[in-house]
């Protein structure tokens, strides 16, 4: 809430994850941007999922700070 940080695109939420780093399929479920499981397996496999602007069609791809994941209408960056 609030305007942009220094560097941060408008638009992009940010997530905050605890540890070093997340596997995309929980970052996906814990950004809020599905459900189950089994909706990261149908999103990521239909190749809307991009990270870092190219499509990733693994959802144990391990993500850290700074990494921005978008999916159709939306783009959400690990915190």
Known sequence: MGAARG????????????????????????????????DVKALVASGQVRVAGEVELRRGRQLRAGDVVSVPGEQVRVA
């Open 7 to 38: 560097g941060q695109a408008p638009g992009v939420r940010e997530v905050p994850v605890a540890g070093e780093g997340i596997r995309l399929g929980q970052f996906l479920k814990l950004a809020g941007l599905v459900e189950t499981g089994g």
